[in-house]
């Protein structure tokens, strides 16, 4: 079975950068999209970033042109580079599969806090 661990969140000011990790567990991943969701206090957990394979990427318009998802599967390790954080950015990260539900399987996430 696939674990996943997060890692690299943390508090950060209003403009400032965060790069996330993954860590899966698994041959299946280097196979896989794999993607980057975030759940908003309060709100349901969102897709924000995608990554197939081979490296083809998609984004949620909310992060498109400050986030950038990139991945090693060398390393099975999946990463999300955040620029130009903003408040509505807090949240607890989780990577997944795409399409992954939420009767799933979820690591623990980690926790960003973008302050003003």
């Known amino acids: 079975q696939v674990q996943l661990v997060e890692s690299g969140g943390g508090l950060v000011q209003a403009g400032g950068s965060l790069r996330l990790s993954c860590a899966a567990s698994?041959?299946?991943?280097?196979?896989?999209?794999m993607a980057w969701y975030r759940q908003a206090p309060g709100k349901q957990r969102e897709l924000i970033a995608s990554?197939?394979?081979?490296?083809?990427?998609n984004y949620a318009d909310s992060v498109k042109g400050r986030f950038t998802i990139s991945r090693d599967n060398a390393k099975n390790t999946v990463y999300l580079q955040m620029n130009s954080l903003k408040p509505d950015d807090t949240g607890v990260y989780y990577c997944?599969?795409?399409?992954?539900?939420?009767?799933?399987?979820w690591g623990q996430g980690t926790q960003v806090t973008v302050s003003s």
């Open positions: 997944n599969f795409l399409g992954a539900s939420e009767h799933a399987y």
């Open positions: 698994g041959s299946i991943f280097r196979i896989s999209t």
């Open positions: 990554i197939t394979s081979r490296g083809r990427t």
